[in-house]
Structure formats: C-alpha cells, structure tokens
C-alpha cells in the first residue's frame, strides 16, 4: 500500500507560481512512477505530467508543457510540481499519483494506469 499527501496549493494571480509537493510512503519510492492530475469544477480528472521512477524521463500534457516542471527527490521520497506562468484555466483541485512501475519507461498518462492517489490540493488562478 501506498499512501500519498500533497501540499502547497493555494491561491495566486495570472502568471504567477504554485509549487506542489507530494510526499509518499508505504513502498520504496524508487519503485514507483509518479504522476500529477487536476480536476476542474464539472470537469473529468486530467493528465497534467509524470516523472519515471528513476527520474530521468518526464511527459507533460500539451497544456502545462513550457510552463510546468516535475521533479522527484527518491531519497526524500518525494515528488514536486512547479508551475510557473499560471492561468484561470490551470484552477482545480491537483492529484498526486504512483504506479507500480516494471520498467522505467512505464509511464502511463491515463488515470487508470495508476494504483494511488493522494487526497488532493486546491490550486486557485485568479485573473
């Protein structure tokens, strides 16, 4: 079992910034490929990017490319957002996610390639 906890939400302007955290236990974290999802009001659960276990690929949604930077720290066990240049359109409640990962090119983009999910943080853009 893999327990997840976000942090850092909160509320910010038009192109500002917003760090995420998302600390993870239960596992060894090396193990894991971890990912990151946001969910507008009325809106499906959306792919924003992922990060293999041994940190070396990522993969963003087109929407976040540019702006968006994942990291992970596998001493820490920890995984990091940083978004930059916000919009209205990034508000939403963001995921953290891990997938038992075989390979280290397992890099799923749906949210049915991942086992776990952290409770949530809001992240509020305003214009």
């Known amino acids: 079992q893999v327990q997840l906890v976000e942090s850092g939400g909160g509320l910010v302007q038009t192109g500002g910034s917003l760090s995420l955290s998302c600390a993870a236990s239960?596992?060894?974290?090396?193990?894991?490929?971890m990912g990151w999802f946001r969910q507008a009001p009325g809106k499906e659960r959306e792919f924003a990017a992922a990060?293999?276990?041994?940190?070396?690929?990522?993969y963003y949604a087109g929407s976040v490319k540019g702006r968006f930077t994942i990291s992970r720290d596998n001493a820490k066990n920890m995984v990091n957002l940083q978004m930059d240049s916000l919009k209205p359109e990034d508000t939403g409640v963001y995921y953290c996610?891990?997938?038992?990962?075989?390979?280290?090119?397992?890099?799923?983009?749906?949210?049915?390639?991942?086992?776990?999910w952290g409770q949530g943080t809001q992240v509020t853009v305003s214009s």
């Open positions: 996610a891990a997938a038992v990962a075989v390979t280290s090119q397992y890099l799923p983009k749906s949210a049915v390639g991942y086992g776990y």
């Open positions: 239960g596992r060894s974290f090396s193990t894991l490929t």
């Open positions: 990060i293999s276990r041994d940190g070396l690929t990522t």
